[in-house]
């Protein structure tokens, strides 16, 4: 399931009128990380991926989107456990779930 709207429900819940805030920031941030993600480049071993995963994780399960914070604990736990040899393929599908998850999410709260 693209996006648990159970999850995205209580979070609307819980932050009411300043739901549209954290979604604008989610929306253009998470742009961001994904790029940063997307970069990434097994010669440099570029820890910035590392944090990025991370963070997209957390604010990805936040907004219900568990398949996307899914896949960015998998690349988290691959740096974590320095089985870096994955990350080319974690990384090969997170575009595409990335744009899933956002068109799920745009779908659900312009309703």
């Known amino acids: 399931m693209i996006l648990n709207q159970t999850q995205l429900t209580e979070m609307q819940e819980l932050l009411g009128d300043n739901f549209a805030m954290l979604l604008d920031i989610f929306l253009r941030d998470s742009k961001v990380q994904i790029d940063q993600i997307c970069e990434w480049d097994s010669t440099s071993q570029n820890p910035e991926v590392l944090r990025e995963a ?38 090969e599908n997170i575009n595409s779930l990335y744009n899933e998850s956002i068109s799920a999410l745009v779908e659900a709260t312009s309703a």
Request: proline share 3%; aromatic share 2%.
């Open 54 to 91: 991370h963070n997209l994780k957390s604010s990805a399960a936040n907004l219900g989107l568990d398949q996307l914070a899914s896949q960015c604990d998998l690349i988290e736990a691959a740096f974590h456990t320095e089985k870096t040899e994955d990350v080319p393929a974690l990384i």
